[in-house]
Nanobody
Framework: QVQLVESGGGLVQAGGSLRLSCAAS????????MGWFRQGPGKEREFVAA????????NYTDSVKGRFTISRDNAKNTVYLQMNSLKPEDTAVYYC????????????????????WGQGTQVTVSS
């Protein structure tokens, strides 16, 4: 069982930055692919970024490429999402997710591929 706790959300002006953190409990953290998803007002949950267990591979949705960076510290059982140049359309509840990595897979981009989810943290970007 893995428990995930996100932090770092808040209110920021457009163009500003935030860093989200997700602390994971449990063992073998590096055997999990980690991801960030978000759900904006009136929208479906969408994939934002993913990172492999070793942090050697990452993947981003097109709308955040060049602005967001996902990283992880396996010694601290923590994954991060650095968000720069924030836009009002980035406003959403951001969720951290963990998925046991299967052979041949470095990370996941679909929400059904993840096994554990955090409670979410609100990010609001004002114009």
């Amino acid at each position: 069982q893995v428990q995930l706790v996100e932090s770092g959300g808040g209110l920021v002006q457009a163009g500003g930055s935030l860093r989200l953190s997700c602390a994971a409990s449990g063992r073998f953290f590096s055997s999990y692919g980690m991801g960030w998803f978000r759900q904006g007002p009136g929208k479906e949950r969408e994939f934002v970024a993913a990172i492999s267990g070793s942090a050697g591979s990452t993947n981003y949705t097109d709308s955040v490429k060049g602005r967001f960076t996902i990283s992880r510290d396996n010694a601290k059982n923590t994954v991060y999402l650095q968000m720069n140049s924030l836009k009002p359309e980035d406003t959403a509840v951001y969720y951290c997710a963990a998925g046991r990595l299967r052979i041949g897979r470095a990370y996941y981009t679909k929400d059904y591929e993840y096994d554990y989810w955090g409670q979410g943290t609100q990010v609001t970007v004002s114009s």
